[in-house]
């Protein structure tokens, strides 16, 4: 079975303080790893697919990686307007076109 | 741009009332997904559909059932709702074989 987890559950950074959102996950042969975005009462927001190891991608102060048994969402200097759920999501080979995600991080960016 | 509209923002309804829930896309998306999110359980998938009048179980069907009579559009059914079915509501499409799924803005639904 198709596992995704994310830590912490919920993470407080101040305005300009980086950090690193964690997404574990263990599936039958990964085809895509996702990053999505949430806002409160919105549907979640694409960010980023990750295929294989070693893959890193970037958007303004979010950069993505990935290893063979985890992900990385690095936000460097984050702003407030950050403060979001990010969540994690897998596709595997024996899954057709299903996504398992994970439960979500809750950020919140103080200013 | 894709859009993914769901027809209700917020819903209140009652126990036992059936009830249906929209999602329509523009993009020609042959995959459509139903999603249910709920706080500590994170997204889980209800029903998904590969083409017009195909669907198939996800990992919470019980309770609800789907209709697709045309590509654009998803339909979820309640046909009894229930007190612990009020949730956030979430459709997604996707594009034949591409892995991306986009969302619609979600429908918070809440059975009395």
């Known amino acids: 079975e198709d596992q995704v987890t994310q830590s912490p559950e919920a993470l407080r950074l101040q305005e300009g303080e980086s950090s690193s959102l964690n997404c574990s996950y263990t599936v039958s042969g990964l085809r895509g790893l996702f990053w999505y975005r949430q806002d409160p009462g919105k549907g979640p927001e694409f960010l980023f697919t990750?295929?294989?190891a070693g893959e890193e991608k970037e958007k303004e102060r979010l950069k993505a990686t990935l290893t063979k048994k985890e992900s990385f969402l690095h936000i460097t200097a984050p702003k407030p307007e950050d403060s979001a759920t990010y969540l994690c999501?897998?596709?595997?080979?024996?899954?057709?076109?299903?996504?398992?995600f994970g439960e979500g991080t809750q950020l919140t960016v103080n200013p | 741009d894709v859009k993914v509209t769901q027809s209700s923002r917020y819903l209140v309804k009652r126990t036992g009332e059936k009830v249906f829930l929209e999602c329509v896309q523009d993009?020609?998306?042959?995959?459509m997904f139903w999603y249910r999110q709920d706080p500590g359980l994170g997204l889980r998938l209800i029903y998904f559909s590969y083409d017009v009048k195909m669907k198939e179980k996800g990992d919470i069907p019980e309770g609800y059932s789907v209709s697709r009579e045309k590509k654009e559009r998803f339909s979820l059914i309640l046909e009894s709702a229930s007190t612990n079915q009020t949730s956030m509501y979430l459709c997604?499409?996707?594009?034949?074989?591409?892995?991306?799924?986009?969302f619609g803005p979600g429908t918070r639904l809440t059975v009395l």
């Open positions: 990750l295929y294989s």
């Open positions: 997604a499409s996707s594009l034949g074989l591409a892995l991306l799924q986009y």
């Open positions: 993009m020609d998306h042959e995959n």
């Open positions: 999501a897998v596709q595997a080979g024996t899954s057709g076109s299903r996504l398992t």
